[in-house]
């Protein structure tokens, strides 16, 4: 029953801002540590953004600090991604995911993903 989907993925050029929108259903949504990862081909998933049930931590990867900023809004179960200054090697499949556990940047902490949207970043 728990459903992750994620939008605002897109094409832009290098430079360029995205905003994306991750709404959950089914689950409490405030008991979970929120994440963002991405996968581009061929690579292993990583680790971009969490954010924990409240709001009051965030943790960024070191490729997207500074540019990325990760949000949530329990009243509306919904987690955030702004990116700016969108660089070519940010393209990628970005998921979505929700932990119980404070062990962010760990992908099997995660015990629900949602489907992912693609983020394309021209040169």
């Known amino acids: 029953q728990v459903q992750l989907v994620e939008s605002g993925g897109g094409f832009v050029q290098a430079g360029g801002s995205l905003r994306l929108s991750c709404a959950a259903s089914?689950?409490?949504?405030?008991?979970?540590?929120m994440g963002w990862f991405r996968q581009a081909p061929g690579k292993e998933r990583e680790f971009v953004a969490a954010?924990?049930?409240?709001?009051?931590?965030?943790r960024y990867a070191d490729s997207v600090k500074g540019r990325f900023t990760i949000s949530r809004d329990n009243a509306k179960n919904t987690v955030y991604l702004q990116m700016i200054s969108l660089k070519p090697e940010d393209t990628a499949v970005y998921y979505c995911?929700?932990?119980?556990?404070?062990?962010?940047?760990?992908?099997?902490?995660?015990?629900?993903w949602g489907q992912g949207t693609q983020v394309s970043v021209s040169s």
């Open positions: 089914g689950l409490t949504f405030s008991n979970y540590y």
């Open positions: 995911a929700a932990s119980r556990t404070s062990i962010y940047y760990y992908s099997r902490s995660y015990d629900y």
């Open positions: 954010i924990s049930g409240g709001g009051g931590t965030t």
